[in-house]
Each structure stands twice: as C-alpha cells, then as structure tokens.
C-alpha cells in the first residue's frame, strides 16, 4: 500500500459566526442565548405570511469590520437571496443569505506555526446571512424545535482550498477566531454553536495540479474536533483510492464519541438551493465614507500586537503568543506594564513570568476567563513593584498574591498588617546563618570540600530560619563570606 505521504490534502473551510448585536439580523427580537426555547421569537422569525424583514445596521457594520480586518475588498454594493431548502428548523422554507454578490471579497488571513514561520491562507468571500433553528433529537422520540437561534445574524467565512494539513486548518480557525474576538463582533464559543465550522476535503497524489473529488465534514464542534475529523478523513479517502475505489461527493457527519464520520447525504441527495434574489430587502449600500470610519476604528490584531510585545516589552516570543491569546488578556497585561514603578523591560519580563505563571495557574484552577480575575492590574503592578525594591522576597510575593485573590487589597496593605517585609539588617542575617552554619555541620563541611551544591541547601534552611522574610542577595552574600572565612581557617599553615 501506498504510505500516506505520498499523497496530500487540500483543504477549504467554511466558517460561520454569530454576530455579537444585541438584537436578530432582520427584527428586534434578542439575540440572548440560552433562553427559554421558543421565546426569543415573533412573526418574522416564525415566518408568518405578510411580514416584511428590516436590516440591522450593525450586522451591516460588523461584517465590514471582519472583511477590513482579513483585507477583503468591502463591496460598495451587495444584495441579499433566498437560499430554499425545506427542514423542520427553518419556518419560512429558506434561508436569507448573500449568494452571487457578497458584501466581502478576496482577503486573507495569517497564521503562524509553533516554530514562528508565518504563511496567508486566502479568502475567497465573506456573507452576511441569518442563523436557522435548532433541531433536538435527544430529549424525546420526537425531533424538537426550538426557534430561538432562527435570525440570529451570521457570516460565513469562506477560504480558498489554501490547507494543506489538518494541523494547518486547526491554526487557521484559531486565528480566524482570534480574529473575530478581538473585534468583538462574535464570542468564539464553538461549544455553544456561536462559532462553527465546516470543511471541504480532497486529497491527491503529490505532484498532481487536479483536485481530487471533495467531501464536506460538518458536526464539528471545537478545535480539536476540527483537526481529529480531517486527519480522520483525509486517511480515509486515501484508503478508498488505494483499494482501487472512488471518492464520493457527499456530506459527512462527524461524530465525536466514535471518532467516525458518518455519511449523511450524497451529490445525488444534495439540495438544490435555487438561489434567487430576495425580493423584500434593497441592496446593501457601503459608502467610501462608512469604510474608512470603520477602518480607523480596527484594534490591533492578533499577529500585530504579538509582534509589539516582543518588541516593546522584550517578552520571548512564545510568552507573546500567549499573552495576545485573548485580546482581554493582552489588555490586562499592558495595564500591569502601565503600573510598574520602573518601566524597564527586566520588569516587563517579570510581569510577563507572573501572567505565565501565578494568573494562569489562577484562570485554569477556577475556570474563570480574566475579565472575572479578582487582581487588578494595578495590585500586581503594585506588588511586582514591593519585590523590585526588595520589600518583599520572590516567596513572600506568592503569599502576598494569594491574599490578594481573596479581597484584591491592595498589597503593600497586606505586607504590613502580615509583617511580611524584608529582613535587611545585616546583623539578623548574620545570626540567622550562624545558626543554620553551627546546626549542619556535615553539609558545611562536604561545601568546604569542594561539593559546591551544598550552598543551595545551606540557602534554603536559612531562608526557612527567616520563614522567608531574609534579602536572599544579602543572605547569599553573608552565607558565602562565613563559608569562606571557615574554609580559609582550615587550610594548612
């Protein structure tokens, strides 16, 4: 059999977001998730004879702001069409959508491997559209419906079969979400549906111009479920032509507790959508003007603003990819920046070494993202400043910090009514390890000699003697000039 490295894949992804407006796309009926079923709903939405949609502006606007965002070329003119399909989840018999002019075309995107190298990923078009239903078929015998989601404003993200790989499809969608997060036009949340994604597939012999003949996988609901269903597929076709099959055009499920994609319609099935101009809205009208306000108005993105930490802050690269994440994140920790007494970038890298670690660690263990974190930004400045000016010890710190979670007080506050400052009289550190020296002599004495590793040791039970409390650089300096003076009474005459 042929090793699968002689083929190679292409991948195109289809990407559609719910748009973060408050109200639907062509009524005022909310947008709120998890409501009860069937209440977020009015004549429109059901699709009752006689009723007229009315564009939100928003939605209109949002779309411009993704299409700025992925350098797509901002139609000045688009128009909507009716997209018919019947299903239990669509009441009116179709769906509104954008079909043969779209209001975003021919952009692209940039992702960038673990290893830093960078490659574009082109997007063919970007549409505005409305959400269908919802289909529950695990409640009861019966399939339920809940009308809720019906008109919820969505675009579709369109990529050119640009993926060679599912891992590269994985950063693709990751950094289309990035993308749509930090302009605040769609939560990203693939779990709740609000984000979702569906792939077109094909593999070929390398060296081969011809696509091969697609499938479309569907039903994936995170990240990893994209990469799992496409590295699932993609063996699978490989293995359908090895055996001297064919590939069918067909639509697949992907089912995740299986990890099998399931087949749920062939070509022959497929719909005929039928698309024709949707005769109740007017084109979409986007003026020089309107683009240029939303131009000036785009925040930084994701690949940019990692690019400045590294340079700005001096943050390694890889600190950098974590900290741009999540826009809030990145916002959070510049504000820290902002609060250093000293704006050095030794104390960037430790307010970066402190998100990495003690805030993360926080995030993960409560499952909270960092708009809930109980610290303000100002508070760990604040502390990070009290360790700069040797106020309090690295270790203190960690214990400064966990009070501060419980009541975000300021933290020069909790150093004093703790009575966690510093020792920094020479005289108590001299004591202290005097006392640690006369209590070990067997390791004082393999330190003098020759076993160097010892002094770690030494430093440590003295830092315990001062519960923490000892300046560890006068403590280190007061520890070596006594083992120095005991290794010099010991030399021979």
Known sequence: MVASNDYEAVIGLEVHAQLLTESKVFCSCTTKFGSEPNSNVCPICLGMPGVLPVLNRNAVEFAIRVGLATHCTIAHRSIFARKNYFYPDLPKGYQISQYEEPICTRGAVGIEWENGTRNTIGITRIHMEEDAGKSIHDISADTLVDINRCGVPLIEIVSEPDLGSPHEAYLYLHAIRQIVTYLGICDGNMEEGSLRCDANVSVRRKGETKLGTKTEVKNMNSFRNVERALEYEIKRQIGVLESGGRILQETLLWDANQNVAVSMRSKEEAHDYRYFPEPDLLPVVVDDAWIERVR??????????????????????YDAG?????????????????????????????????MMGEVLRVLRDTKIPIGEFRVSPKNLAGLLNLIADGTVSGTLAKEVFEAMLESDTPPRE????????????????????????????????????????????????????????????????TLRRKLESLHTAQRPG
Do not use: H
Not at 329 to 350: I, N, P
Not at 464 to 470: L, N, V
């Open 322 to 354: 974590v900290l741009t994440e999540e826009k809030f994140m990145g916002d959070y920790f510049e504000a820290v920046c902002a609060s250093l007494s000293a704006r050095t970038k030794d104390q960037f890298k430790a307010a970066s070494n402190w």
């Open 414 to 477: 909790i150093v004093e009514a703790k009575g966690l400052m510093q020792v920094r009289d020479e005289g108590a550190i001299e004591k202290i390890v005097e006392t640690v020296i006369a209590e070990n002599v067997e390791q004082v004495q393999k330190y003098l000699d020759g076993k160097e590793q010892v002094f770690g040791f030494l430093v440590g039970q003295a830092m315990r003697a001062s519960k923490g409390k000892a300046n560890p650089k006068l403590l280190n300096e």
């Open 296 to 317: 000036k108005e785009l925040p930084e993105l994701p690949l940019v603003r990692r690019d400045r930490f590294v340079e700005e802050y001096g943050v390694p690269a």
